[in-house]
């Protein structure tokens, strides 16, 4: 089936690659750059295991096609920390205990700071809402949303 040729910047660096025009940025991710940390649970937009941001704005990858992206800036889980230290937000579900198979954790992370870059962490509710597509099967819903209140400050 038809290829296409696709660059775009994944966590600062720049990326070229040739996918089926079928892949989604979660496979592109995954099985082209190695990067595991985003997660197919339901490869239906339906979870957001697979949660990164997309030019700043939170995307469920199993359901945006790669080659859609050229020139596009990615940021997946792997790229939120600073070297050595966590994204404040990964502290924060450290120290919040806000997880417990871990399985969503990295959608729920990216999830959490595009809430937070998006302004959308009024109150406990709010966050609640602007993160219901992130589903936690543990049902640690209290504990994400107090990690990502306290990194909003
Ligand atoms: Fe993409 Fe579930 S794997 S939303």
Not at 37 to 44: D, E, I, V, Y
Request: hydrophobic content about 30%.
């Amino acid at each position: 089936s038809p290829s296409s040729r696709v660059s775009l910047t994944v966590n600062g660096t720049r990326r070229t690659v040739t996918v089926d025009n079928r892949t989604s940025l979660l496979d592109l991710l995954r099985e082209h750059l190695g990067l595991t940390g985003s997660k197919k649970g339901c490869n239906a937009g339906a979870c957001g295991a697979c949660t990164v941001l997309v030019d700043g704005h939170r995307v469920n990858s199993c359901l945006t096609l790669a080659v859609r992206l050229e020139g596009a800036e990615v940021t997946t889980v792997e790229g939120l920390a600073d070297g050595d230290r966590l994204h404040p937000l990964q502290q924060a579900f450290i120290d919040e205990d806000a997880f417990q198979c871990g399985y969503c954790t990295p959608g729920q992370i990216v999830s959490g700071v595009g809430c937070i870059q998006e302004g959308h962490t009024g109150s406990p509710e709010e966050i609640r809402e602007w993160m219901s597509g992130n589903i936690c099967r543990c049902g640690c819903y209290v504990k994400i949303v107090r990690a990502v209140e306290q990194t909003a400050g």
